[in-house]
């Protein structure tokens, strides 16, 4: 099974388009040693050619360029995209739902019917696209049931719900539903190794502990080193954890969680960030939070970094 990390970076990316914060004005002008980063998705593969995308990023197109996994070319109008799933209705993770309308059949889209709703609603892709390829969805029922993806043979997928909120656009917006926000537990059957994906979270309820610990791999929201950078920088009245993430640095921050998940077992774990937002002072790859970040074990995902589980 394989994991390929298609964009790293939180909504707006790195660098964002009209940010001159320190790291995106560096990036631009080469002065900081940092790597752009495209926004959050992931896909997942059983054998290499058909591809689970988890999350349809605003750079989808960019992405599909950048891997050409994702187009095998097997006949004149092809794609390895064979199924879409979303973890929540944000825009770094539904908008390039819309640059798929070109295919030839129904998109089969996982999602919870929270999302669903959304996108039929607040950010309406779903009619949209009714109009082009359509949409076929395929619910995430959370019932503790593994999804049944068939593009994936051998692989078990596991939503667990997240608490968090739907975004800004959402009906619900101001009543969070369960499904709002999901995580997920990806399982080769064969190897009976794992990998847990949750590019927000921002509270670590006991199931999700449990889930993590259970895991081989840790892809985990690395949106902020601190809870109140956006604030601090000027660029937002939010803090992290009002956006649904868990900041880095402090007491209680990712840093001490995924220190305490750690503990004796047979495989080694990879603790990987992921959905790194553009203020983040860890983009800085020979930057102080960087060192901590390796002293703590913790590896930071870059656009194209792949998992073989
Ligand atoms: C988030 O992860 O909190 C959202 O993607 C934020 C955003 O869309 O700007
Ligand atoms: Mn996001
Ligand atoms: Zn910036």
């Given at each position: 099974m394989k994991i390929r990390v298609l964009g790293s970076a939180a909504?707006?990316?790195?660098?964002?388009?009209?940010c001159n914060c320190s790291n995106c004005d560096g990036v631009r002008r080469g002065t900081v040693k940092a790597t752009r980063r495209t926004q959050s998705s992931i896909a997942v593969s059983a054998n290499g050619e058909d591809w689970l995308l988890v999350n349809a990023s605003p750079d989808l197109l960019a992405q599909i360029a950048a891997n050409p996994?994702?187009?095998?070319?097997?006949?004149?109008r092809d794609t390895g995209i064979a199924a879409v799933l979303v973890m929540d209705a944000q825009i770094d993770h539904v908008t390039?739902?819309?640059?798929?309308?070109?295919?030839g059949a129904p998109l089969p889209l996982y999602a919870t019917d929270a999302v669903w709703g959304d996108l039929g609603t607040g950010f309406p892709i779903g009619p949209i696209l009714s109009h082009y390829c359509g949409v076929e969805h395929r619910p995430?029922?959370?019932?503790g049931r593994p999804l049944d993806i068939?593009?994936?043979?051998?692989v078990r997928i596991d939503p667990l719900p997240l608490l968090s909120k739907a975004p800004?656009?959402?009906?619900h917006r101001a009543a969070p539903q369960r499904g709002d926000n999901i995580g997920l537990v990806v399982t080769n059957l064969a190897t009976g190794r794992r990998a847990f994906y949750a590019p927000g979270l921002g509270q670590l309820e006991p199931h999700v502990l449990e889930a993590m610990r259970g895991a081989d791999l840790l892809l985990v929201d690395?949106?902020?080193?601190?809870?109140d950078e956006m604030i601090r920088l000027g660029f937002?009245?939010?803090?992290a954890a009002d956006m649904g993430h868990l900041a880095?640095?402090?007491?209680?921050g990712m840093i001490a969680v995924l220190d305490s998940i750690s503990g004796a077992r047979e495989r080694p774990r990879r603790k990987v960030l992921i959905?790194?937002?553009?203020?983040?002072?860890?983009?800085?790859?020979?930057?102080p939070e960087r060192r901590v970040l390796d002293e703590h074990g913790i590896e930071v995902a870059y656009d194209g970094m792949t998992f073989e589980l």
């Open positions: 909504g707006g990316g790195f660098p964002q388009w009209n996994e994702l187009q095998p070319a097997r006949q004149a390039g739902l819309l640059m798929l309308r070109e295919r995430i029922a959370l019932d068939p593009a994936l043979p051998g800004p656009y959402s009906p690395g949106t902020t080193w601190t809870n937002s009245k939010k803090t880095q640095s402090g007491e209680n959905h790194i937002n553009n203020t983040n002072p860890i983009l800085i790859e020979d930057g």
